[in-house]
């Protein structure tokens, strides 16, 4: 279970030399000093999956172990790292990603990433350990760009991390915003096949949109504005307000696929939560977090199913995700 996006995403493709389809996503950014409202960190991450297997994202964990740091994180089933990706640690290192799309590369023989990905959790005591952990020997599965502040310093990174090559950037004032198009120039030229300005492709668009929101927000960010922008459902390519798989908050069923680069018309998939986060909630062990998109439409799969037949082979599998409200967790302490 743990090497399920290896297996799935990364090593089959290979064998088959096929598309990876229904690759895991997500939109998030991490910001710091003159950006935000108070000059701490703020953090935000919505999870981009099939509805079908998306549903078992829904599991905070606290883990305390007997050696290393302390790890609160959403987790993916029994997975022994987060596989979603947001997390807090002991050592007060906050962090989440976006998966770098259209990526091509995989070494079987090197470290799998939920190894790589647990030990930085719970062994790393800063950015750059953290950062060493994930490149030495990787595999070049679940090639992500990271997102990570450390509470203590008030710094913000970004590790995109391929498979050959890789970048850390740190920064004190500003924002990181992942969409799953990496801007590094040699992982996205020699390991993907990506687009870079071609806004009918939904990473590209939303990337963009990213940009245009940081922009208009700078130095107001906070958890409550966090929340409004991870359910964002402005299209850049159509210019109007309307929930696609072009939109910070995704739909993909509500996508009818005319647009190149939005895949297979109504699938069944998109944003599935939101989380958020700060430096004051970190240093607390808590974080805000919603199930069911990170807007307020929710899923019906009966409805679903009956009006899109085409995608009757998921029936017993798709499941509801009505919207959820935003709740701290832990609850209780």
């Not at 390991?191 to 300005?197: F, M, V």
């Not at 927000?217 to 359910?231: C, P, Q, S």
């Amino acid at each position: 279970m743990n090497g399920f996006i290896d297996v799935l995403w990364y090593w089959w493709p290979q064998e088959k030399k096929a598309k990876r389809d229904d690759h895991p996503g997500c939109s998030a950014f991490i910001a710091a000093g003159d950006a935000t409202a108070d000059g701490k960190i703020v953090m935000a991450h919505n999870s981009w999956i099939g509805y079908a297997p998306g549903r078992f994202a829904n599991i905070i964990v606290d883990i305390v172990p007997h050696k290393g740091h302390r790890i609160l994180m959403q987790s993916w089933g029994p997975c022994i790292y987060s596989a979603t990706d947001f997390f807090i640690t002991g050592a007060g290192i906050i962090g989440t990603e976006t998966t770098i799309g259209s990526f091509e590369g995989f070494d079987p023989k090197g470290v799998p990433v939920f190894v790589r990905a647990r030990k930085a959790m719970q062994y790393a005591d800063n950015i750059d350990e953290w950062a060493k952990i994930m490149i030495e020997n990787n595999s070049g599965a679940y090639a992500n760009s990271w997102l990570l502040g450390d509470i203590k310093t008030g710094q913000i990174a970004r590790l995109e991390l391929g498979l050959k090559h890789h970048s850390l950037e740190k920064k004190e004032n500003g924002y990181f915003a992942g969409s799953n198009v990496t801007e590094n120039t040699k992982v996205l030229r020699l390991e993907t096949k990506a687009t870079w300005d071609d806004v009918r492709d939904g990473y590209v668009a939303r990337r963009v949109r990213w940009r245009q929101l940081m922009k208009e927000h700078y130095g107001k960010i906070d958890t409550e504005l966090a929340k409004r922008l991870l359910a964002d459902h402005y299209d850049v390519y159509l210019q109007k307000e309307q929930p696609t798989g072009r939109t910070i908050c995704g739909h993909r069923e509500l996508d009818d696929g005319s647009v190149p680069g939005t895949r297979a018309a109504f699938y069944p998939a998109g944003a599935v939560d939101g989380k958020v986060v700060d430096s004051d909630m970190a240093k607390s062990w808590r974080m805000w977090a919603k199930w069911g998109s990170s807007c307020d439409i929710g899923f019906d799969a009966v409805s679903f199913l009956k009006k899109h037949p085409q995608y009757e082979w998921l029936e017993g599998y798709l499941r509801d995700f009505p919207a959820e409200p935003w709740t701290v967790f832990p609850s209780e302490q």
